[in-house]
């Protein structure tokens, strides 16, 4: 089926997803990133909106570079509820902003704010040369950036 689509959008992970064969996608509620951005279709990247985690020890959610690192040293979302940390699914505005940008963006009607590539820059700088997501092509939801830029410091 998704070969006869001209667009196909996949929300979640764990299962086959689309973008492991370059179709544009929308992933949401991502907690492992690990593979899921490397995507060698730049001329119509995948739209990405993770999950944020929040320490409860220290009452505040992991800056984005922190979230990386721990991407890399837990694998299950139980072990990271285990821990000391809990996991926020993205909202229902999260999913929908997402999805009208990536419509948008396919059909070449995507307005860009001043700050879109600024944001989407500064969270690509979190990757080191040697993190097999350095230099992915995905973009995360503008939205969801600039709802959460606090966590790009």
């Known amino acids: 089926m998704p070969a006869t689509c001209p667009k196909v959008k996949y929300t979640g992970i764990g299962k086959p997803s689309a973008a492991a064969f370059d179709w544009p996608t929308v ?6 990133l690990r593979n899921t951005m490397c995507s060698s279709n ?3 990247p995948s739209m990405l909106v993770p999950k944020l ?18 991407n890399h040293l837990v694998s299950f979302a139980q072990d990271c509820e285990d821990a000391r940390f809990e996991l926020f699914h993205n909202t229902t505005q999260d999913i929908v902003e997402a999805t009208a940008e990536f419509d948008d963006r396919l ?17 690509r ?8 997501e350095f230099g992915f ?9 600039r709802r959460h830029a606090d966590l790009l410091s």
């Open 27 to 32: 992933l949401s509620d991502l907690f492992l």
């Open 137 to 145: 092509t995905g973009l995360i939801s503008a939205g969801f950036l």
């Open 53 to 70: 985690v929040f320490d409860r020890q220290e009452q505040r959610f992991l800056s984005f570079a922190e979230w990386i690192c721990f």
């Open 107 to 123: 059909a070449g009607r995507y307005t860009f704010q001043a700050d879109d590539a600024e944001l989407q820059e500064r969270f």
């Open 42 to 44: 730049k001329a119509s």
């Open 125 to 132: 700088r979190i990757y080191a040369p040697y993190q097999v």
